[in-house]
């Protein structure tokens, strides 16, 4: 299974950003999908999840709630999260990860089993 995240970038304070993850290698459209970052000196964090083709209910960490969209295109085995009003506190490396097999969406990245490399996002105040 390969993750590759883009859409990344330098971006002012109340700005926005739409990442992309495709996935490859894996049926995409029956597994839970995540958004987690990890700011510098931080521990790697929740962001967003969605459920599975049949699911499609997302979870949210409590400070982009009503800012971030996670959504899915299973045709194209792609998992976007469009992030707006950002804040300087979203600066992290974001990465996507692939979760359990006909999953509701889950906050734990134990359970996350595969990862992307990762995009910057840097937002500036």
């Known amino acids: 299974v390969q993750l590759v995240e883009s859409g990344g970038g330098l971006v002012q304070a109340g700005g926005s950003l739409r990442l992309s993850c495709v996935s490859s290698?894996?049926?995409?459209?029956?597994?839970?999908m995540g958004w987690f970052r990890q700011a510098p000196g931080k521990e790697r964090e929740f962001v967003a999840a969605?459920?599975?083709?049949?699911?499609?209910?997302?979870a949210y960490t409590d400070s982009v709630k009503g800012r971030f969209a996670i959504s899915r295109d299973d045709a194209k085995d792609t998992v976007y999260l469009q992030m707006n009003s950002l804040k300087p506190e979203d600066t992290a490396v974001y990465y996507c990860?692939?979760?359990?097999?006909?999953?509701?969406?889950?906050?734990?990245?134990?359970?996350?089993?595969?990862w992307g490399q990762g995009t910057q996002v840097t937002v500036s105040s």
């Open positions: 990860a692939v979760g359990q097999l006909f999953s509701p969406p889950t906050v734990r990245a134990r359970e996350y089993e595969y």
């Open positions: 290698g894996r049926t995409f459209s029956s597994y839970c």
């Open positions: 969605i459920g599975w083709q049949r699911d499609r209910s997302t």
